[in-house]
């Protein structure tokens, strides 16, 4: 819990705001990568890559969104957050 408000706090554009394009990526990076080491453990767990792939579709719809109204947002933001090496 305390790491899903250390990225709200991150990545927050003003005090009230938790549902942002950019916290959301965000947290959705941080379930990805939670999601990625649960693999390594566990490398047959065909759900869970469902899950998963749902979660990494549902980043690339935010990133273009983001890409096509607001782009240096969206620049920033994959700087951050280390996508697209």
Do not use: C, W
Request: aromatic content about 6%; hydrophobic content about 35%.
């Amino acid at each position: 819990m305390e790491s899903k408000i250390a990225i709200i706090n991150k990545h927050k554009i003003n005090d009230q705001d938790t549902g942002s394009i950019e916290v959301q990526v965000a947290l959705l990076s941080h379930r990805i990568d939670e999601i990625n080491k649960h693999f390594k453990i566990h490398k047959k767990d065909y759900t869970a890559q469902t899950g998963l792939m749902k979660l990494v579709g549902q980043r690339r719809r935010f990133l273009n969104y983001l890409k096509r109204h607001r782009q240096p947002a969206y620049k920033s933001l994959i700087d951050q957050l280390d996508l697209r090496g």
